[in-house]
Structures are given as structure tokens and as C-alpha cells.
């Protein structure tokens, strides 16, 4: 061989050992391409009150950006009526009746399996921001954030406003700010950390706002100065939530991180009824839909929702496939390539085969159950200020009984035969509704959500046949339900 041909076999070598080395390199860095994911919630905010959902008042300049770039979803549901489950129902896939999160101010139980637990399995650090309200936040409590699989928290044990004070990693701190840029503010320390120690990331921001009482800043009150004093601190709320999610958004850009961010957005509940009969502002709070929060009409359980991602969603999407807060655990699973060992029975379906724009239609029905249970009051700035005065830097977690101790109890046994409460089914275009009349007797009707989206049409008597088999379906997913109640997940 002479000498040319020498040379080329010896860069043809080298060529290949760069191409293998190269190959080796990219197998190994491939978990930092895992994308980062946001979830967001704001507290009682109804469907139509963003601007992309046609709200005339409101601005929500920075949500409709998201909405016009990302997947809207014209049918993403709360779990629940009210916060706590519907929260629940976010951390774990499954209805909050499942593990007896009935009503606001309820728990979680220690054996459930939340999203953040379930991440660590993929190598992702976790961070729980903003209202929490599944227990106590003092440290040694079993549910919570910490002992939820957070590593990283600043939770407030309900809604607050502004300058509030917060639990972080069990100490009580005090954060200065708008409601929602300090819970967007704190979120972005652990983000800034996470992107130092190159490590993907789960951060859920929970928002206190736009609940009641309503106390918006100066600034936000004065985009709405044509509006009662009322309806400047709610107005307010909702676009300083929107502001911070638009910072949040930007802070994503200048660190590099937005690409590969899966940043989702939505609401716990519908809105707040109004206070009076004729409340004009409120008229679009719900969009046209029946109902308000605490109810099963759509206005009480239907929310607005969208994903930004711009790495896997190139071009804006709007999707009328039913989704919901079940939905975020099981989809942020199949993202993250979370394993679980022992996953209790999921109500949740994934949603990456939606994002991917394989998914035209829902694989099963969802359900909704709203058990006859008393709320829990949880009044935050109490709770963090009684903490307060008993911490010290050597004992975080006061004398005294251990908040929530009983979470994990199994010791109430429910049946089978007694399924009180409303409760609902939604099957695609069409929704069962089951009411409690004030006689205590069922009530059962059937809508077209397609045709007839305020409720009006009842539809039992013109279509016996699917009614049946709807009432049939709910009735066999509540039996389901219960057995979860009474244990048989943990069993399993």
C-alpha cells in the first residue's frame, strides 16, 4: 500500500473513533434533554375568565400568547368543584374519593403515589411553590409537600394574598411581593439551582389568587378603574396571575430553558357563585356554561387549561377532546419516563400522544363524585404565624401532637350500597348528571356538551339506551371508587 492510501485508512480510523466517541458522548448526555416541567394552577378561576376564552374585560395578554403558541384545551376538567381534591386529583392521577379527599381543607393520604415521588425514578428534582392546602405544612407532618416527594417548598397551607407568609421546608419565612410574582420569584430560585446542578426538573406552582378576598395591588386596580372597587382587586388578581406567568415565561427565554420546558396552566375549580343577582362582570366569569364552583354543571368543574412546549408543540393546536387534572400525572409519567413499582389504579390517561397530535378522541370516560362531607377551614396566615412563634432554628417542628397523624387511616369502611352525593360522567360528547334533590332523591339527566353546552336539553327520555348505559358505566366506576376508599389499591 503506498503512502496516500496509508494516510486515508488512518483518517478513515480517526474519523470513526470521533464518530463512536461522539455517538458515546450523546448516549450519555441524553437524560439532560429530558424536558423540564411547570405545572400551574390558579385558585377559583372560572373558563371564560382569560381573554382567549373571550372574557371582554379582562387582560391576559401573556395566557393568550400561550394559547395562540402552545395546545389549548376547549374541555380540560377539575376533578372536583372545590380546591383540595381537585389538587389531589393533580398529584396523582386518580379521583380524590379514591383516598378520601371528599371536600376543601381534606388530605391526602401517605400512600398515595404523587408525581413528585414518581419523577425522582427519572432523575428529576422537585419543587412544590404557592397554595397547598392537602395538609399540614409543618414539616413533620406525612403529608406534607416534604413528605409528599418535594424537595424543594414553599407552601402555604391555603389561599393568601400578598406580602405572605409561607412554610419553606418547614420554616415560616415572610415573602414581599404581589401574591403571585412571589410565588413565581420563588419558583425561579429552585429553577436557577436546578439549571446549575444540570439536573431536569418538576416545579409546581400552585397560585392563592384569584380566591377570595380579592386585594390586588395598586397597579393591577388600575387597569380596571371603569369597574366597581369589587371588581378591581378581582380583575386585578387574575391579570397579576397572568403577569406572572408572563415573567415566569420570559425568565424561562433568558435561561435558555424555554425550548424543552413542558409549562402547563389551568385552574382548580370554576368560579366563585355571584354574591347577587345581577352581577354584570360576572356574566362571563363561566363562559356560558351552567353552574358555578361546588357544582357539577360544567361552570363548576370546567377550566381553562394550555400547555406551552415549544421543543415538541411547533404550531398552536386547540384540541375539544375531554382531558383533566387526572390527566397531569400520568402524562407528565410518560414524558419523564417515571416508573413506579406499585401505581394505584389511575382514573388519568396520558396526554403525550394529544400533544403529539396522535390522539382524536378519549380512551375511556371520566367520572366525578362529589361526597357529602364538611369542609376544613384552614385559615394560612393563622396556621404560619401560631408556627412561627414556636420554631426555633434547632426545632422546626413545635411540642405537640404531629398535624395530620391519622392521614394514612383505613379505619372508616365505606359500602357499596350507600353512594350519596352528586356525581357525574362524560363519555365523550355526551355528560350524565346525577343531582341530589332537596327531597335527598336522585335526579339523573343527559346532555350533548356538543350541541348544548349550557345544560339545558335533557336528553334521558330521547336516548333510553345510552342513558342506560351511562348510568350503568357511573355506577360501576363509583364501586371502583370505594374499593380504593376502603384500601384494596394498597393491597393490590
Known amino acids: 500500500m503506498n503512502f496516500h ?21 450523546g448516549a450519555v448526555q441524553k437524560p439532560a434533554s429530558r424536558p423540564n416541567i411547570i405545572l400551574c394552577m390558579t385558585d377559583d378561576q372560572g373558563w371564560g375568565e382569560t381573554s382567549f376564552n373571550g372574557h371582554s374585560i379582562l387582560k391576559t395578554p401573556h395566557l393568550d400568547d400561550m394559547a395562540a403558541s402552545g395546545l389549548r384545551f376547549d374541555r380540560f376538567y377539575a376533578a372536583a368543584p372545590v380546591c383540595s381534591p381537585t389538587r389531589g386529583s393533580f398529584l396523582t392521577g386518580r379521583h380524590p374519593n379514591r383516598f378520601a ?7 391526602l393520604r401517605p400512600q398515595e403515589v404523587t408525581v413528585a415521588e414518581a419523577v425522582k425514578s427519572a432523575g428529576y428534582t422537585t419543587g412544590h411553590f404557592g397554595k397547598w392546602h392537602l395538609g399540614s405544612v409543618q414539616a ?6 416534604g413528605n409528599s416527594g ?4 414553599v407552601s402555604s397551607p391555603n389561599f393568601y394574598e400578598n406580602d405572605p407568609y409561607m412554610s419553606h421546608n418547614g420554616t415560616v419565612i415572610q415573602l414581599k411581593g404581589e401574591s403571585s410574582r412571589v410565588t413565581v420569584d420563588a419558583a425561579l430560585e429552585f429553577i436557577k439551582q436546578s439549571k446549575m446542578k444540570e439536573k431536569p426538573f418538576l416545579a409546581v406552582i400552585w397560585f392563592g389568587n384569584p380566591h377570595t378576598p380579592h386585594e390586588a395591588t395598586s397597579e393591577l386596580k388600575d387597569l380596571y378603574q371603569n369597574q366597581s372597587a369589587d371588581f378591581q382587586n378581582y380583575f386585578g388578581e387574575i391579570t397579576g396571575v397572568d403577569r406572572a406567568m408572563g415573567h415566569l415565561r420570559r425568565q424561562l427565554r433568558d435561561l435558555g430553558l424555554a425550548e424543552n420546558t413542558l409549562l402547563w396552566f389551568t ?7 355571584p354574591r347577587f343577582k345581577k352581577e354584570d362582570s360576572r356574566s362571563q366569569a363561566t363562559g356560558g356554561l351552567a353552574g358555578w364552583k361546588g357544582n357539577l354543571w360544567e361552570g363548576g368543574i370546567r377550566v381553562p387549561s394550555i400547555i406551552e412546549w415549544p421543543a415538541q408543540i411547533q404550531k398552536p393546536e386547540v384540541t375539544n377532546v375531554p382531558c383533566g387534572t387526572i390527566d397531569i400525572y400520568p402524562t407528565v409519567l410518560a ?9 394505584p389504579h389511575l382514573d ?4 403525550l400522544p394529544l400533544i403529539e397530535g396522535q390522539m382524536t378522541s378519549r380512551s375511556k370516560p371520566m367520572g366525578f363524585w362529589t361526597y357529602p362531607a364538611k369542609g376544613h377551614p384552614k385559615r394560612s396566615t393563622e396556621i404560619l404565624l401560631n408556627l412561627k412563634q414556636q420554631q426555633t432554628p434547632e426545632k422546626p417542628n413545635p411540642e405537640g401532637p404531629v398535624p395530620d397523624a391519622e392521614a394514612a387511616s383505613l379505619k372508616t369502611k365505606y359500602s357499596k350500597d350507600d353512594l350519596p352525593g352528586a356525581a357525574a360522567w362524560i363519555d365523550g360528547d355526551y355528560k350524565l348528571l346525577k343531582m341530589i334533590s332537596k327531597k335527598n332523591q336522585s335526579q339523573y339527566t343527559l346532555y350533548n356538551l356538543a350541541q348544548d353546552h349550557s345544560e339545558k336539553k335533557d336528553l334521558s327520555k330521547v336516548d333510553p339506551k345510552r342513558f342506560r348505559k351511562m348510568k350503568a358505566g357511573l355506577l360501576d366506576w363509583q364501586h ?5 376508599l376502603n384500601g384494596k389499591d394498597y393491597s393490590d
Open 140 to 145: 413533620n407532618s406525612p403529608v406534607s409537600p
Open 348 to 351: 388519568g390517561v396520558s396526554l
Open 267 to 273: 385552574s382548580d375549580n370554576g368560579p366563585r357563585p
Open 101 to 107: 379527599c371528599f371536600s376543601w381543607g381534606h388530605t
Open 5 to 25: 492510501g496509508r494516510v486515508f485508512i488512518v483518517i478513515l480510523f480517526c474519523c470513526f473513533c470521533i464518530s463512536s466517541a461522539t455517538h458515546s458522548v
Open 480 to 484: 371502583s371508587v370505594v374499593d380504593s
Open 335 to 343: 414524558v419523564t419516563g417515571a416508573k413506579v413499582s406499585h401505581q
Open 150 to 153: 418535594f424537595d424543594e417548598w
